[in-house]
């Protein structure tokens, strides 16, 4: 089975109260982006799950949360007395930079689940599925649903929202990475800090269906100690800003910034211009939910 695991970038990223076991509770709207990997799972006559990718940098073993999501989605099966076959080959296409926000490692798990599901004629329901996405990590339930969603609690309450209108981005990944622990641990460090809170209008805009209101509605918590903490951060927003995007963000808790364009045109002309200065720079279009799903 074959299936395109799609980035996400979060629209809106408020982030709440800080949870006595160290999570904290948030409220997003996140949407999938057309940048994506590629996943081809098949079954083997071994009883191992073999994990193959051309990428030096992707951790293999359990340090992959692919190997992890099938590892849990076989011993959940065991816990329901099912006997399923579980020789696995599983070869990943890494195209979405890691350590930059942008969900690729939890797209991957996702998907993952939801193709090893389907090769065993979908033995877990959804229910299922999602808890031990949530178990995975915090970003990986909503890639269950896809398309466009509010993301609340610690990441696992997701509620689905109709396909955005297409909105165009061109995404740069600098060379600093993010330790995304280190961004909640910075932000706490704040005194009596607010967050922007801009979650409840974006779900309005996107229920109205206005591409230019959701572009003038996004926002990110991380951002104002981000660009104060990385000045390279600053002057990439900056020069997103410069080659005339509408607007720009942080993508998660960094280290991808993310501009956004009125049209395909545009983007192009933008990416031309942020080539000149940076290497890894991407174009994309938001994805709907059924895109999204699709798998063969
Ligand atoms: O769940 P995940 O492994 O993606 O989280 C990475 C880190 O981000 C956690 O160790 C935690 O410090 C922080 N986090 C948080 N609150 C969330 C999600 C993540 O504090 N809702």
Redesign the pocket.
């Known amino acids: 089975m074959t299936s395109l695991c799609f980035a996400k970038v979060n629209l809106t990223l408020d982030i709440l109260s800080r949870h006595p076991d ?3 509770h ?1 409220a997003s709207v996140m949407v999938n982006i057309s940048l994506a990997d590629g996943l081809i799972i098949s079954q083997s006559e071994s009883e191992e799950i073999r994990f193959y990718c051309r990428d030096s940098s992707v951790p293999g073993g359990e340090g992959n949360l692919v190997v992890r999501a099938a590892r849990l989605f076989y011993e959940a099966a065991d816990g329901m007395n099912l006997k399923l076959r579980r020789g696995l080959d599983i070869h990943l296409e890494k195209r979405i930079p890691m350590q930059a926000g942008l969900g690729g490692g939890s797209s991957d798990a996702a998907t993952a689940l939801r193709l090893i599901n389907r090769l065993h004629n979908s033995p877990l329901t959804a229910g299922e599925l999602h808890q031990i996405a949530a178990e995975l ?3 990986v339930p909503f890639f269950l649903t896809g398309g466009a969603a509010s993301v609340r609690g ?2 696992e309450v997701i509620t689905p929202l109709v396909d955005t209108p297409p909105l165009w981005m061109v995404l740069v990944k600098p060379d600093i990475g993010v330790s ?2 280190e961004a ?1 641990a910075a932000l706490d460090a704040i005194p009596d800090r607010e967050s922007q809170r801009a979650t409840h209008k974006m779900e309005a805009a996107i229920n109205k269906g206005s591409a230019e209101e959701i572009i003038m509605r996004t926002g990110n918590d991380f951002e104002p100690w981000a660009f104060e903490r990385y000045r390279d951060l600053a002057i990439l927003y900056d020069d997103f800003m410069m080659a005339g995007c509408i607007n720009a963000r942080l993508a998660g808790s960094g280290s991808a910034v993310f501009g956004m364009l009125g049209s395909a045109t545009h983007a192009e002309k933008v990416a031309r211009l942020m080539q000149k200065k940076y290497s890894r720079v991407f174009i994309a279009c938001t994805v709907g939910r059924n895109e999204a799903l699709q798998y063969e």
């Open positions: 160290g999570y904290h948030l990590g915090s970003d610690r990441g995304t622990a909640y």
